[in-house]
């Protein structure tokens, strides 16, 4: 997802809040619940985003879901957001949050590619071989795809490590195609 | 159809399969935010370099192949890429891969002969270009001050208005103007044309026309004349014609130089024709305005002066020291080895303006870029004179140093036999009424301006061009009547190649026309004339 700059600039403001306060663990809490919340009602996610709906609405919804549910920094937080009009950015809010906490902690998100299901053990040996090689703590999400054919791609940030037989076969049919005549 | 080498296939295979398990690739990803006017806006390749060739591997043209592009907006949080290719294949969502190269092109000796587009790709039918290539960036530095000298050598157009009062040296940026239908093609492709009696030298001009926005059907027409001309063989076509993307036609004059340059750093002479820069800046503009870069004068982006002046300050008469031209600046590593001074890049831009405006904004920036500018009149051309240069607008501030011994002096008269009759033109309808002076004068401007006319694709040689001058400064020609002159020209240069084979062979490598063969020049234009005024006798 593209987050904008305003959105970016609540999170970083949140976070900072947060870290004054020393509640970073439970406003994660906070964040986590409410994009869990997003993700899975995909009307909430059209509604907040909806520019024919009154804010007045908006404002009640949110706190109807959320009062009972998140801290009192959390809350405030939305109440800001309700009174800015910028409940249409809540979604991408949370996931800016989760980046900057991400890199507070010194968590990285790496998406590993695999054929075949791997087992538990070789999970945890990928895991730590990345850590090792990343010197982060790694949030490790495991994909299955049995198109790749074999072999093992992992993607940490921009840069993607290939050793997928898909990506072989491909590079040897580039390999082919320029010594054609 | 291509095909697979057999005897190749088993080595690649043996090679891979050799190495199969044991190295994982590593490269760099973004993925495609929006795309739409052959641009794509691209979320991540955080590590991405301006200028980088990128390739999206899901995004297959019609070919079956990826679709490439080049990143030309590095922003905050985006990455805004031109696309060489269709944009249809590509959907949100794409992979897009680094290539971790400039975009560049694969050149060699082997694109003589050759129509290329603007990636080195072949597009004559003829598969990819043979030989052994080095890959030149289309982006490069210009060569710096000290490697550079000053224009000294002639190259010799073959026409003989700019040979003699408009000279163009070898490494000079002269700039062919004039509106739509004025014949700027013609003087690129006679003096491409001419080049043929340079490749027998030691210092042949291999050539390069660079076909920006032009129909496919003119570009077909170009080769094939030169094709007939057998001026193929040393010229490469770079086409981007006005079916190519807006980023092709962009690039497509950098390749040209790219190739030029490929000659220029060997130590060889190169002339490239940039045909035309006015819709090269167009399809500057387009890409800019879609990358949202704020629009200027006429809506052409802030830069598109630099655009022209990188392009053209490529062109150079490199020091003729192999010590100091193997220090030259931002020069490719595989090219170093082969770096050698004395070579040479000569660009000829042309500038296509709107019913002679060249005071809008293309046109005088370009003007003020290039060492002079020949300037086409369509008034000219359509009174019959043709190539219709305009020579009282027309100037080469640097090629004067260039030119031949002989040719310089005979072409100082010439110029001044031209300024007297140009003030005076006005006054030739009152006719017997003016002082014999005057009459005089008309009546030699008059016979110059018929004898610098010359058909297309018929480029004179340099010691026929002196032998021609000399006849004129003479003031033999003033027997004849205007409409004689032409056929005085065809006879006499017959003569006098017959006569003086050997003689003209010496005039054309020294430039140095003697004494006695000018006075034996001036016996034979006598007896022609003789022998035309006695047939037109008796004929009545």
Redesign the interface.
Same mark, same amino acid.
């Given at each position: 997802m593209q987050i904008s700059k305003a959105a970016r600039r609540y999170a970083t403001a949140l976070l900072q809040l947060a870290i004054e306060r020393d509640e970073v663990q439970v406003i994660l809490n906070d964040v986590q619940f409410i994009r869990n919340t997003l993700q899975d009602s995909r009307d909430l996610t059209l509604f907040l985003r909806s520019p024919i709906i009154n804010r007045d609405d908006k404002h009640a919804v949110l706190e109807k879901l959320f009062r009972e549910e998140v801290q009192e920094l959390t809350y405030l937080f939305l109440k800001l957001m309700a009174r800015k009009d910028r409940e249409n950015l809540l979604e991408q809010i949370v996931e800016a949050f989760v980046d900057k906490y991400n890199e507070y902690a010194g968590i990285i998100k790496i998406d590993a590619y695999v054929a075949q299901d791997l087992s538990d053990d070789q999970a945890t040996e990928l895991k730590n071989a990345l850590e090792k090689e990343t010197q982060k703590k790694v949030d490790l999400k495991i994909k299955k795809d049995t198109s790749l054919k074999g072999g093992l791609a992992v993607r940490i940030k921009d840069t993607v490590i290939d050793g997928t037989v898909k990506h072989k076969i491909n590079q040897l049919e580039s390999l082919f195609s320029e010594s054609t005549v | 159809m @291509? *095909?697979?080498?057999p005897d #190749?296939?088993s080595a690649? &295979?043996r090679k *891979?399969l050799s190495g199969?398990d044991n #190295?994982? +690739?590593?490269? +760099?990803? /973004?993925t495609v &935010?929006e795309v739409g006017d052959g641009i794509a806006r691209v979320? /991540? &390749? @955080?590590?991405v370099q301006a200028g980088e060739l990128v390739e999206l591997?899901d995004s297959l043209d019609d070919a079956g192949e990826p679709v490439r592009g080049m990143v030309l907006n590095l922003e #905050? +949080?985006?990455v805004g890429i031109v696309l060489f290719g269709s944009d249809s294949a590509v959907e949100e969502g794409h992979t897009v891969k680094r290539t971790k190269e400039i975009a560049s092109l694969e050149v060699g000796d082997g694109v003589l002969g050759r129509v290329v587009d603007p990636l080195g790709r072949s597009i004559d039918g003829k /598969?990819p270009v043979s030989g052994e290539t080095i890959t030149m960036p289309l982006e490069r530095k210009a060569p710096g001050v000290i490697y550079r000298e000053p224009v000294s050598q002639p190259l010799q157009t073959g026409i003989k208005a700019i040979d003699t009062l408009i000279p163009i040296g070898r490494g000079q940026r002269e700039l062919i103007i004039g509106d739509r239908q004025t014949g700027k093609t013609s003087i690129a492709i006679d003096t491409i044309i001419n080049q043929k009696q340079t490749q027998k030298s030691d210092k042949p001009v291999y050539c390069i026309y660079v076909a920006v926005g032009q129909k496919g059907s003119t570009i077909a027409q170009v080769r094939k004349a030169l094709e007939e001309n057998g001026a193929l063989e040393y010229t490469t076509i770079v086409a981007a014609p006005a079916s190519a993307s807006a980023p092709m036609r962009f690039i497509a004059p950098f390749a040209g130089a790219a190739i030029g340059e490929y000659f220029r750093d060997t130590g060889r002479d190169a002339l490239v024709i940039y045909d035309d820069l006015s819709k090269q800046a167009v399809a500057y503009r387009e890409v800019s305005l879609l990358l949202k870069r704020p629009p200027g004068r006429e809506a052409y982006p802030g830069d598109v002066f630099y655009l022209h002046s990188r392009l053209l300050e490529r062109a150079a008469k490199i020091i003729d020291s192999d010590n100091v031209a193997q220090q030259m600046n931002n020069v490719p590593e595989s090219l170093k080895p082969r770096l050698k001074g004395g070579g040479s890049l000569t660009a000829l831009p042309v500038i296509e303006t709107q019913a002679g405006d060249v005071s809008a904004y293309i046109p005088t920036n370009v003007i003020s870029i290039t060492d002079g500018q020949i300037f086409l009149d369509v008034d000219l051309f359509n009174s019959g004179v043709r190539p219709a240069i305009d020579v009282g607008t027309s100037v080469s501030r640097v090629g004067g140093s260039a030119q031949v011994k002989s040719m310089k002096k005979l072409a100082g008269t010439m110029k001044l036999d031209l300024a007297q009759y140009r003030e005076l033109e006005a006054f030739a309808k009152f006719g017997s009424d003016l002082d014999p002076t005057t009459q005089r004068q008309l009546k030699r401007g008059e016979r110059t301006v018929e004898l610098l006319k010359q058909d297309i694709y018929s480029p004179l040689p340099v010691e026929q061009q002196i032998a021609l001058l000399h006849a004129n400064n003479e003031g033999l020609l003033d027997r004849l009547s205007v409409d004689e002159i032409s056929d005085f020209e065809k006879n006499y240069l017959e003569t006098v190649s017959v006569k003086f084979e050997d003689e003209m062979e010496e005039v054309g490598k020294t430039g140095r026309l003697g004494d006695d063969l000018a006075e034996k020049f001036t016996e034979v234009a006598k007896t022609t004339i003789d022998q035309i005024l006695a047939s037109e006798s008796e004929e009545a």
């Open positions: - | @291509s *095909q697979v080498r #190749e296939v690649i &295979l *891979q199969f #190295e994982a +690739d590593v490269y +760099d990803v /973004g &935010l979320y /991540g &390749l @955080s590590k591997p #905050e +949080d985006n /598969g």
